[in-house]
């Protein structure tokens, strides 16, 4: 395999990866502690370690997710601070983040997720194709390509990373905790997969982090790391003998430090005392279907009270819906459950007072401290107020959680977070617990630390458990298991038994054995074996590299799996575009400054005839509707101040007398000023019908030459010359939907990727910003641009607004304006950390700036201060010249030119703007 | 439903939202700046319209026209050529274009009544209407006060004396300062709901409130509670201290029965916040339908342009969005003084408003955690 010049030189030292003095810390939190360190070239390595003790941000800085803080970091023969190198060798490394399937996208199929992959790493098609056909074929996923990837079990999404990891043959695959929260088969098939690649490609170093000793008892070579410091290193071996221990699991707990091995003692579980006929928990035939899918499938247990109870079963085989529906959150489809005989009702609270339940994820109150979910929770039980602060601290003390009590969860690690939650479960002194996969992800030590606690509540207080579990030696210390797989109870028994029944030597291997009968009956491909054949992405073909400069194969890698997405989620794209077609029907209606029917009354003091015709003269014209006449001054403020008459006349006593005398008189108007605009309307009208008037009376008291000797204004209204408000309003309202529904679509693509995990496949591969942004930014504009061309057919047949201009110049306006739009989504999408933060700053940055300053009401040329200079920065403003130009002024490209060239000029800015908010590391 | 529980619920919320600073600079940013950027933006009524005069008579008369476009109503006039003056309206410079033709003031004096042309561009739909007033009286003005010193014509004996109440300057600030925090009001309640529950969702932290002893109903007030507080107590700080302090605005009413009416649209627009999150299945969707609501509440409640001016259909649908009536309410009391005994309508349509929306959110609410 042929690295690139710069990394091959000390290629030949034997140490793959090259650390000095690294160190890193989380704000206040300290992570890693000057590690120094070299790891072998074509091993195995392993990292073991409690959690939380760096292990995660060890890899994620090696494989160059996370920026350097401290130290020096060389991996394949270069500086990893350097991000020339960085660009140089990050084909050369594969990463798979921690967590199920996290760097995957959930909607995209088995086949388009491993392919995108490709497409970043620059292979053609054939060759794409080529080895996603390889790749499927050894894992065993060939018949669940077509499978979105959310809908895989645990262990398929490992697999799923897996291949994504090795598509581009990499020197150098990082896989942090691969099998955590992974069933003993998927586990078993996912190492036998990766020999069976490192024995094709011998030359491959692979780094692991595992929370599963067994494993790195397989290892090549292990680092046992402990609170961000490295204990020591060498091969398992090594570090039995240093230790003088007889297993891996002994050896580590022997390596650390005093204070922290102390508290960790075997656990022992006593024995149940005379058997409680009172049975805790009963399933009768319970079954749960999701649409024609069968999740849990006539399955029947008895938990007698007291009873430690253990679940275990492959990923996706029903055990969390069957928990759910025990604990009432999901509805039982067919059979019943019972807690105390009771069937389970949803909706009653006095059983959810005695259950405590542990979900799978934390889902705890991230927002609060550790001391304040105990009290939340405590208060939610409604556990008398005088004795809530006793039992938080009692729970606290059982817990040890006193280090941490006024910590963030966020900030802590799994182990921690996972005692919390059972403290939290635990808070009312349930009867029942129920834990779904509580030491998923926690390290040996906490675990038996965890198991400790369980065991003296089944004793001591004889509560009854029911916990679903991967690991065998916690299934073990069972009273009795149940296996699971496709939704049905394979057997169910005491451990002991269950081993004894399969004649084999560990529960794990009768647990397999199980599985694998059953996967024969059913004739389930799922749990098809590894081959053992050489993985076909050995190939002769090293993948092109082009990683240096901008390459558009990638960037539409990024548009392309985009562009998936959007197909997936067909109601984001419907909503974009019915929805706007929807906002411009009413908003083109709604919109209008047609002012017609204006309140108005009277306040005839007079009562002759010719006041009676000055009023009428109101009432006729079109723009004023008249109210019942007003008795005094006291009903006409009521009803001002009531809304009710936005024009107030009074006619004074002897107006026809003065009138008809030549007199000078005078009449009292008032309009409403609370809304200005429409005061202003009023008071223009009620002058002109004045003086309308007074023209009449004119002549009729002094004949023609009353007025002669004056001149005519005549008004012309150009471009709408009928002032129809739906023509002028239509072609400014289309700027307003293009850049709001654009901009908030661009606005979460990035966040969101973010928020869920998959951002860390741009930290690792060859993709730069510019790529990563404009590839992401693409299909939101072919969508917008459609939109474009829809909402202006619907102007032009629904409005009938005439079309005048240059077609042509207004469709290459559209297109830069929603590059613009869109392009303002992602500078948002880049700078904002999370999709509510996204979302806020977006409205706020497009909705009050795009209908108040960029002239759609207000020509901007009359706006001052802040809005004004906010209108001149906007592409709105242009892009509503642009558009009411071409539409109503007959305009073409050599009027528009200017307005063309900022809208032109703002497309750069914003992807410059969104390419350096965005940062290429995790920092 | 246990108050104990909404209540502790609701602290949980308002301490979740302290921990999000980015979101507290957001919410303090749209109930100050953009509150004072709003108001101060909005031309006073007619403001600084662009006028082009082309004169072809450069008389007295037709000069004293000239000078009279003065500002704050008018831009300086530009004195352009009649062939300047297509091109230039087409490149939208100008609003306003005044043809004096050639003589004009021999024939007004001969009383042949010349004509005087006035173009507007009615695609700047806000100054056509007004702004063609009052060129038309600022022309008549000066062409019989020209009259007048020529030849003692008589003057009208009839005066119309135009008063504006609640607003004597007609100052659009006011307004618009108003209409900036209604605005407010409504996005920000809906988006911390809604958003809120939707991250909630996607945090699986709503699943876990349903194993303990709490009802959807205790969820849904807690959350209605604590988000409309938050937004209610920045609405009576932004009205004291950037409106009324800030930017000098004379409120006639009682602040108090604002707030009353703040607080029944907000139990009507985080009922929508959450109705809005339980249809959108994921934050795009949200973002999709905030925008879809936010939109025509801003443009179609009667803020931005009279109601009066809407055609029927689109006045009856939104008689059914808590905005118009909040609109309605709010100039009623802040400017014009109402009491209660003139907004109780309003104050009880946005209860039933309010009461309609908040029964649909907790049916939809109640079938999406189920």
Known sequence: MSTTAAAEAPAAVGSVVHLEGVGLSYGKTRALESITLDLPSGCMVGIIGPDGVGKSSLLALIAGARAIQEGRIHVLGGDMASARHRRNVCPDIAYMPQGLGKNLYPTLSVFENIDFFGRLFGHGKAERHRRIAGLLRDTGLTPFADRPAAKLSGGMKQKVGLCCALIHDPELLILDEPTTGVDPLSRRQFWELISAIRSSRPGMSVIVSTAYMEEAAQFDFLIAMNAGRVLATGTPAELKRQTGADTLDEAFIRLLPEADRSSHSDVVIPPRGPDHDEIAIEADHLTRRFNDFVAVDDVSFRIRKGEIFGFLGSNGCGKTTTMKMLTGLLPVSEGTARLFGKTIDAGDMSVRRRIGYMSQGFSLYSELTVVQNLDLHARLFELPADTIAARVDEMIARFDLADIADALPDALPLGLRQRLSLAVAMIHAPDILILDEPTSGVDPVARDRFWQILAELSRKDNVTIFVSTHFMNEAERCDRISLMHAGKVLTSDSPAAIVGAHSTATLEQAFIACLEEAIADTAEPAGEPATASPPASASPTPARRRSAGFNPTRMLAYSRRETLELRRDPIRATLAILGSVLLLFVLGYGISMDVENLSFAVLDRDDTAISRDYSLQIAGSRYFTEKPPISDYADLDRRMRAGEIGLAIELPPGFGRDVSRGRHVEIGAWVDGANPTRAETLRSYAQAIHANWLAQKGRELYGEAAIAGSYQLEVRYRYNPDVISVVAMAPGIIPLLLVLIPAVLAALAVVREKELGSIVNFYVTPVTRLEFLLGTQLPYVVLAFANFLLLVGFALTVFGVPFTGSFATYALAALLYVTATTGMGLVISAFMKSQIAALFGTVLITLIPAIQYSGLIDPVSSLQGLGAAIGRLYPTTYFVTISRGAFSKGLGFDTLHNDLLALAVMVPILVIAGAMLLKKQAR | ?370
């Open chain 2, 1 to 370: 439903m246990r108050f104990d529980n909404v209540f502790q619920l609701g602290v949980k919320e308002l301490r979740g939202l302290v921990r999000d600073p980015m979101l507290l600079v957001l919410i303090v940013y749209s109930f100050t700046l953009a509150i004072y950027a709003g108001a101060k933006a909005l031309p006073e009524t007619l403001n600084r319209a662009a006028i082009a005069i082309v004169d072809e008579d450069r008389s007295p008369v037709s000069s004293r026209i000239d000078l009279a476009f003065t500002p704050p109503y008018f831009s300086e006039p530009h004195l352009i050529s009649q062939y300047e003056m297509d091109r230039r309206m087409d490149a939208g410079l100008d609003t306003f274009a005044l043809n004096i033709p050639p003589d004009f003031q021999r024939d007004l004096l001969a009383r042949k009544s010349p004509t005087i042309q006035l173009n507007i561009d009615a695609t700047r739909i806000s100054q056509a209407f007004n702004g063609g007033g009052y060129v038309e009286q600022i022309v008549s003005a000066e062409v019989a006060e020209f009259l007048a010193r020529t030849r003692n014509a008589q003057t009208a004996p009839i005066e119309l004396t135009l008063r504006a109440r609640f607003n004597p300057e007609l100052k659009k600030a006011w307004f618009g300062a108003i209409d900036e925090v209604i605005t407010s009001i409504t996005m920000l309640s809906i988006i911390l709901t809604g958003a809120a529950l939707i991250r909630e969702r996607e945090h699986g932290t709503i699943e876990h409130l349903l194993v303990m002893p709490v009802t959807p109903l205790e969820i849904m007030v807690s959350k209605v509670w604590s988000m409309g507080l938050v937004v209610l107590a920045a609405s009576a700080l932004s009205i004291v201290f950037v409106v009324k302090g800030w930017l000098a605005v004379t409120i006639d009413g009682s602040v108090a029965l604002f707030l009353l009416g703040a607080a029944l649209q907000l139990f009507a627009t985080t009922s929508m916040g959450i109705f809005l999150a339980t249809v959108a299945g994921s934050m795009p969707q949200f973002g999709l339908l905030l925008m879809m609501t936010l939109l025509p509440l801003q443009t179609l409640s009667g803020s931005m342009t009279p109601r009066e001016s809407m055609p029927q259909f689109v006045q009856d649908i939104m008689l059914a969005a808590p905005n118009t009536h909040f609109v309605m309410l709010a100039q009623a009391i802040l400017f014009r003084g109402a009491g209660l005994e003139a907004v109780w309508p309003q104050l009880l349509a946005l209860a039933v408003i309010g009461s309609a929306f908040f029964a649909i959110a907790l049916r939809r609410f109640r079938t999406f955690l189920a």
